[in-house]
Nanobody, 121 residues
Framework: QVQLVESGGGLVQPGGSLRLSCAAS????????MGWYRQAPGKQRELVAT???????DYADSVKGRFTISRDNAENTEYLQMNSLKPEDTAIYYC???????????????WGQGTQVTVSS
């Protein structure tokens, strides 16, 4: 079994910063790509950023230049540094990881439980 546990959400004023963390644990052989998604009230879940196992990152246009995704492969952890936050960034943020379990041959997609980010004055 694989678990993803997120932390770092909260309330921040417009223009502020937050750093989200997502730690993977359990029966892990390898972790492939990882990513962050978000879902605002009344909207579909959308991709925020992804990062490959070798560190190549990609971002949604709405967050380019403001958010930075990173990972620590030794700790099976990914991060999302969010700067210059806007009210429209308010959402529940979910981490995602493609994990090959021990004794497995295929990657499976796992999700964190979600963490609330609220940007408001």
């Amino acid at each position: 079994q694989v678990q993803l546990v997120e932390s770092g959400g909260g309330l921040v004023q417009p223009g502020g910063s937050l750093r989200l963390s997502c730690a993977a644990s359990g029966s892990i052989s390898r972790i492939g790509s990882m990513g962050w998604y978000r879902q605002a009230p009344g909207k579909q879940r959308e991709l925020v950023a992804t990062i490959t196992s070798t560190g190549s990152a990609d971002y949604a246009d709405s967050v380019k230049g403001r958010f930075t995704i990173s990972r620590d492969n030794a700790e099976n952890t990914e991060y999302l540094q969010m700067n210059s936050l806007k009210p429209e960034d308010t959402a529940i943020y979910y981490c995602n990881a493609n994990v090959m379990p021990n004794n497995g041959r295929l990657f499976h997609s796992y999700w964190g439980q979600g963490t609330q980010v609220t940007v408001s004055s």
